[in-house]
C-alpha cells in the first residue's frame, strides 16, 4: 500500500512562510489527486488545497491568495507554500492521496501521520 510522509511543518510568527513536503512511497499504481488537509483542536479536519493529476488546483477560500500547492509526478511528492501565515491557520496538516495501489482496483484515501503548524508571536 501507500504510504505518505510530510515534513516541514513548525512555528512561525504570523505573516511568515513555511513550505510543507510529502513524499508517497510504498505501492504505488497510480495516484490521482493529492492534497491537504487541517485540523486545529476542537475542529472537524479540512481539506486546504488539492491537486488532480493533470487538473486544476482547488484551495479552501481561508487560504486562497496565501497558499500554493503543487506537485512533482517524478518524484510522487506535494507540496504546499504557506505565504502570510495567520494564527488561524495553526492545526495539524496532513497530507492526502487518492491512489489505487495496483491495477483493477478502485482509488482509495491515503493519509500521512499529520506534522504540527503552529503560528504564533
Known amino acids: 500500500q501507500v504510504q505518505l510522509v510530510e515534513s516541514g511543518g513548525g512555528l512561525v510568527q504570523p505573516g511568515g512562510s513555511l513550505r510543507l513536503s510529502c513524499a508517497a512511497s510504498?505501492?504505488?499504481?497510480?495516484?490521482?489527486?493529492m492534497g491537504w488537509y487541517r485540523q486545529a483542536p476542537g475542529k472537524q479536519r479540512e481539506l486546504v488545497a488539492i491537486?488532480?493529476?493533470?487538473?486544476?488546483?482547488k484551495y479552501a477560500d481561508s487560504v486562497k491568495g496565501r497558499f500554493t500547492i503543487s506537485r512533482d509526478n517524478a518524484k510522487n511528492t506535494v507540496y504546499l507554500q504557506m505565504n502570510s501565515l495567520k494564527p488561524e491557520d495553526t492545526a495539524v496538516y496532513y497530507c492526502?492521496?487518492?491512489?489505487?495501489?495496483?491495477?483493477?482496483?478502485?482509488?482509495?484515501?491515503?493519509w500521512g501521520q499529520g506534522t504540527q503548524v503552529t503560528v504564533s508571536s
Open positions: 491537486i488532480p493529476s493533470g487538473g486544476s488546483t
Open positions: 492526502n492521496a487518492l491512489a489505487r495501489w495496483r491495477v483493477g482496483v478502485s482509488p482509495s484515501d491515503y
Open positions: 510504498g505501492s504505488i499504481f497510480a495516484i490521482n489527486v
